[in-house]
Every structure is written in C-alpha cells, then in structure tokens.
C-alpha cells in the first residue's frame, strides 16, 4: 500500500489517479463503520447517533442489543490502493428507515460489500435485492463476529440464494489485514467481470 502521505490527485503534478467509489452495506449493526474505519488511510468521516427511546419498536436490535451508536447518514473513507488507484469508500445506514439515502450513495459506485452476520443473515436479503435491482456488482463479506455460528461459503451461499459468480468471503472487520482482502477481492472481480463483458456498440 502507498504512503498516508501520497496525493492520490497527482505524482509531480503529472499524474491523475483513478478515483473508484465503493459502498459497504448491510444490514443494521453488521459491521460496516468498523469496517471503514479500520481500513481507511484518513481519518475516517462518522455520522453516528446514540441510539435513543426512540428508535424503540422501530429499529430491529435483536442479536446486536448492546449496540448505543447508529450510521444515520454514511461513513466515509479512502485507500490508496497505488499510484493509479484510490478507493473511495461509502458505508451506508443500515436501519430501513434510512434506506432512502442508498439510492443517492449508490450514484456512481463501481461495486459494493454487503457486509453480512450470521446470528441475522436474514437481514442481508433487503441488500442483496438492492444491489441485484440495480445490476451492480457486489460481494458477501461475512463478518466473522466473535460468538456466532460457524458456516462455510457455500453455507451462506445456499442460505441468501446467490448465484454461483457472486463472491461470498469470511472476514474480520476488526482487522485491517482482513479488510483489506475484502476490498482486493472486490477490486479482482470487478475487473474480471469488465473483462469478461462484452462491449456493445
């Protein structure tokens, strides 16, 4: 990985980086401010918000009822994958009653992470169906949270109906080393995927 230190908008005033858009989604509660925090080279953008009486018998907390902080608007972050390449990383709310903000944060993506738990994997269809709507290509990362059940990659597969090209990966959104491997897969496939696809004239 480059330097924190290196402008990703130039190399002696010369050279423009690719500048790509990448969401990480989910479900409420899955990982995805952790995620972008551990793997961006800044400091991290947060919209987060105690959770209050309010959110009471609108949000779903089963399974995450510790959780006291919620993404109400995104999460923003940037990694500077070389000098031709910086991701720029969008994490999306996961209650529904913020999903109205996806449709805006998923103009010019290039790809998506639907971040996924295995004590809630249900909560992954509502993403899944979204991105699938929009024909824009994602990956499953399943986070690994301490405690939950263990499933293979097929497993999961089999459970949220995905087809055999749509990538499924187990991870650590704790872990930069972790989440850094998510986004290379991400990365490898889109780039398989524009390769493989034809251009129509």
Same mark, same amino acid.
């Given at each position: 990985?480059?330097?924190?230190?290196?402008?990703?908008?130039?190399?002696?005033?010369?050279?423009?980086?690719?500048?790509?858009?990448?969401?990480?989604?989910?479900?409420?509660?899955?990982?995805?401010?952790?995620?972008?925090?551990?793997?961006?080279?800044?400091?991290?953008?947060?919209?987060? +918000? %105690?959770?209050?009486?309010?959110?009471?018998?609108?949000?779903?907390?089963?399974?995450? +009822?510790?959780?006291?902080?919620?993404?109400?608007?995104?999460?923003?972050?940037?990694?500077?994958?070389?000098?031709? %390449?910086?991701?720029?990383?969008?994490?999306?709310?996961?209650?529904?009653?913020?999903?109205?903000?996806?449709? &805006?944060?998923?103009?010019?993506?290039?790809?998506?992470?639907?971040?996924?738990?295995?004590?809630?994997?249900?909560?992954?269809?509502?993403?899944?169906?979204?991105?699938?709507?929009?024909?824009?290509?994602? %990956?499953?990362?399943?986070?690994?949270?301490?405690?939950?059940?263990?499933?293979?990659? +097929?497993?999961?597969?089999?459970? %949220?109906?995905?087809?055999?090209?749509?990538?499924?990966?187990?991870?650590?959104?704790?872990?930069?080393?972790?989440?850094?491997?998510?986004?290379?897969?991400?990365? &490898?496939?889109?780039?398989?995927?524009?390769?493989?696809?034809?251009?129509?004239?």
């Amino acid at each position: 990985m480059a330097s924190e230190n290196f402008d990703p908008t130039s190399v002696g005033g010369q050279h423009l980086a690719a500048s790509v858009k990448i969401l990480i989604a989910g479900g409420f509660g899955v990982g995805k401010t952790t995620m972008v925090s551990s793997i961006s080279e800044i400091a991290p953008l947060r919209t987060e +918000e %105690l959770i209050t009486e309010v959110s009471s018998g609108v949000d779903d907390l089963s399974g995450v +009822e510790q959780k006291s902080t919620t993404t109400v608007a995104l999460d923003f972050g940037r990694i500077t994958i070389d000098n031709d %390449l910086v991701l720029y990383l969008f994490g999306t709310p996961g209650q529904d009653r913020f999903w109205f903000l996806w449709d &805006e944060l998923c103009r010019g993506a290039l790809g998506a992470i639907v971040l996924a738990d295995t004590r809630r994997l249900s909560n992954s269809f509502a993403a899944v169906d979204f991105f699938e709507r929009r024909a824009l290509p994602f %990956l499953i990362a399943v986070n690994c949270f301490d405690g939950a059940p263990r499933y293979t990659v +097929e497993e999961v597969r089999d459970a %949220l109906d995905l087809g055999p090209n749509t990538p499924v990966i187990l991870c650590d959104a704790r872990d930069r080393p972790s989440a850094k491997a998510v986004l290379t897969h991400l990365v &490898e496939y889109l780039i398989d995927r524009a390769t493989r696809t034809p251009v129509t004239t």
